[in-house]
């Protein structure tokens, strides 16, 4: 008993020395070793607002205008389409080319047409040559006629001197009824030529009526121009009057423009000075004028806004593009703000205006803008000082 407790006695000692070896380990470890330096968080800063941008009210000048990006046209441009529907034959010149007045575009199939035409003036060549002829055997039968008629008058006069009266008779009838032959001869010969000047004339209406019949299947250049596009190919059934092709005047040229925003449409007015700038010459300025402006809803709805210039010397070509500034509005010695000092909350527009050493909110009214500076209205006055946005 007592050796059994003496050996529990001496296990218990032995684990109570190796816990004590472990903590005195432990804090051995937590000692600050030579040459150690404990390290301190480095605290984050406190953020400093960037100071803002003064600006300072000053007077000056305002051009508002807009700008638009534009391309060449010809000023005399046309739309052509066929005046009869039909199946197209094909085209005779390619988008781009030069074409001459008169110069046959394009033209519909229109079958033995040309063969009849043909035909028919060839009739009207034999119906002209007949009336030609009636007139040419009334000229020789007429002569032949009047010749026995003078030949019958001359026997008569001659006969008067010694003749008895039965000759004289036999001879004054002779010449009456050779008079009535030569009337009722020239009456004849009348009726004949009408009747073939006739006929001549209703194949004339044959003729122009094939005629017109392949000309409203062709189409025309009405003027020396350059094709600006064709639309269809051959074997396509085209309808009356559908546009297949249009045409330019390169030598009459004028600039057009997509139609400006909601905000910019009110601006602009007809007359209104252009500053244009060629891309294919961007060191050249153009000066043109405003001839025509789309409106929502009216009569020209859907037409660009046309621009008319003048550079006879600049080689340029339909479809160029051109950068479009048409000032709107000039205003000079005005109240002016940068359009960066401007602040804005729903409608409103304020400027935080610089007072001492602290800002306040100061409601303003503004005019017109060049996209950089604005017009001030009310609210500021010159020489005060805002801070930008």
């Not at 480095?42 to 300072?56: F, G, Q, S, W, Y």
């Not at 010694?162 to 001879?171: I, S």
Request: glycine fraction near 8%; charge should be negative; aromatic fraction near 4%.
């Amino acid at each position: 008993m007592i050796r059994s407790w003496m050996g529990y006695a001496k296990r218990s000692s032995s684990l109570l020395a190796f816990c004590l070896l472990v903590l005195a380990g432990s804090l051995a470890g937590c000692e600050q070793l030579p040459g150690d330096v404990l390290v301190t968080p480095t605290p984050i800063p406190t953020p400093v607002p960037l100071p803002k941008a003064v600006h300072r009210i000053e007077r000056g000048d305002i051009v508002d205008s807009v700008t638009l990006l534009g391309m060449v046209d010809s000023l005399q441009r046309v739309n052509l389409s066929f005046r009869i529907g039909g199946r197209l034959n094909g085209f005779h010149v390619e988008p781009g080319e030069a074409v001459e007045a008169g110069q046959l575009l394009a033209e519909l199939d229109v079958g033995f047409l040309p063969h009849e035409l043909a035909k028919a003036e060839k009739q009207l060549e034999i119906a002209r040559l007949r009336v030609e002829a009636a007139l040419g055997a009334k000229e020789l039968a007429l002569a032949e006629a009047q010749a026995a008629l003078d030949m019958d008058r001359l026997t008569l006069e001659q006969a008067r001197s010694g003749a008895g009266e039965a000759d004289l008779a036999r001879m004054e009838l002779a010449v009456a009824a050779a008079e009535t032959k030569l009337a009722l001869l020239a009456d004849q010969h009348d009726r004949e030529i009408a009747l073939y000047q006739a006929e001549a004339e209703l194949k004339a209406i044959d003729v122009e009526m094939l005629r017109d019949r392949i000309g409203q299947a062709q189409l025309l250049a009405p003027f020396d121009g350059v094709v600006r596009y064709t639309d269809g190919e051959a074997g396509q059934l085209v309808a009356e009057y559908a546009p297949v092709m249009g045409l330019a005047a390169p030598d009459a040229l004028e600039i057009r423009s997509s139609s400006p925003g909601e905000e910019e449409l009110p601006k602009l007015r007809i007359g209104q000075i252009v500053t244009v700038l060629f891309r294919d010459y961007p060191q050249k300025k153009v000066t043109g004028q405003l001839i025509q402006v789309s409106t929502p809803g009216g009569a020209d709805e859907g037409l660009p806004i046309r621009v008319e210039f003048a550079a006879p010397e600049l080689e340029l070509e339909i479809g160029a593009l051109a950068d479009l500034r048409i000032v709107v509005e000039r205003k000079e010695d005005i109240l002016t703000i940068p359009n960066a000092a401007i602040h804005s909350y729903f409608n409103r527009r304020y400027a935080l205006v610089k007072e001492g050493e602290s800002t306040i909110e100061v409601d303003i009214s503004l005019g017109v803008t060049d996209g950089e500076r604005t017009e001030v209205l009310t609210g500021l006055e010159e020489d005060e000082e805002v801070f930008e946005r």
